[in-house]
């Protein structure tokens, strides 16, 4: 039987040295770090998302900033938004939450927000330098992710990974990181032509698809490491992830549950990627 990975406990590690960090960088600057967060529209997910980066940001010792703007808000009124927080010094940190409605073009809002304050590394410019292995950021659910592994102790030097998803804001800098680590890595997607045999054969399973149990037990290797990102509802409104938890679990050595696992991890990277804001832009 597979051993939870814990990511209540290990991002409340984390928030916990970001928050000691913090206390210190206050006391010997006299900046309080400070993230701004947009919201467009009222997604109820998203909302509760922000809410919890809101709280997370108190717990820490920051300041947080929300605009929550109307659905109807047009592209030119958000990038004038973006364009204030570019220039405002209390603000470290920007983070517009995606999805955004369809009239507005995302790429053209992640490419206004000052690569600075880029907290989610979504920049091109940011995701250049995480592709030479050379950046101030990294993307906070991948970031999360490899902290997960890191708890196991087992090394990715070598290993076989697969990660299954190659969006942007996870399987694509998902795999960079883990190649950063020396894994031989596997990206898989809705082309792949032989999933289940990709997936027997990793030793590091990272799952970012955003389909309810895709991954079945008889999918996984002996042994393997399993990383759930997925947050989806199963045939009777439950949450679960992109794995079939109780399936896996009998063959995994670690897995991470849905929710608690992935989830925790990727707001307390965002902390630690706030207080990194905070420190540049003092080093103008
Ligand atoms: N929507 C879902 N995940 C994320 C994320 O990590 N950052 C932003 N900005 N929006 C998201």
Redesign the pocket.
């Known amino acids: 039987m597979a051993q939870l990975i814990n990511g209540k406990e290990i991002s409340a590690k984390v928030k916990e040295s970001v928050k000691t960090e913090t206390k210190e960088f206050i006391e010997k600057t006299g900046v309080v770090p400070g993230l701004a967060v947009i919201l467009v529209g009222d997604d109820p997910a998203?909302k509760i998302?922000v809410g919890n980066k809101k709280k997370a940001c108190a717990e820490v010792g920051f300041n947080s900033f929300e605009h929550i703007l109307p659905e109807s808000t047009e592209q030119g009124e958000l990038l004038d938004l973006i364009e204030k927080l570019n220039h405002d010094p209390s603000v470290h940190g920007i983070?517009?939450?995606?999805?955004l409605p369809k009239h507005i073009d995302e790429r053209a809002i992640i490419n206004a927000i000052s690569p600075k304050k880029d907290v989610?590394a979504?920049h091109p410019a940011n995701v250049g330098k995480i592709m030479i292995g050379d950046y101030d950021f990294l993307?906070?659910?991948p970031a999360g992710v490899m902290e997960l592994i890191h708890s196991t102790g087992v090394s990715v030097g070598g290993k076989k990974c697969a990660v299954i998803g190659r969006s942007n804001?996870v399987g694509k800098p998902m795999a960079m990181l883990l190649l950063h680590e020396n894994g031989t890595v596997t990206i898989c997607h809705s082309k792949t032509k032989d999933l289940e045999k990709e997936c027997r054969e990793a030793d590091i399973l990272v799952a970012a698809v955003g389909r309810a149990k895709l991954i079945k037990g008889d999918m996984i290797k002996e042994g393997a490491v399993v990383i759930d990102v997925g947050m989806n509802r199963d045939e009777n409104g439950k949450l679960c992830g992109d794995v079939d938890f109780s399936e896996a679990e009998k063959r995994a050595s670690y897995i991470t549950p849905v929710p608690g696992g992935v989830g925790p991890m990727?707001i307390a990277m965002l902390m630690k990627n706030t207080l990194t804001a905070a420190k540049l832009s003092l080093k103008g």
Do not use: A, G, K, V
Not at 95 to 99: F, I, S, T
């Open positions: 998203s998302y983070l517009c939450q995606l999805p989610d979504f993307p906070c659910t804001i990727t």
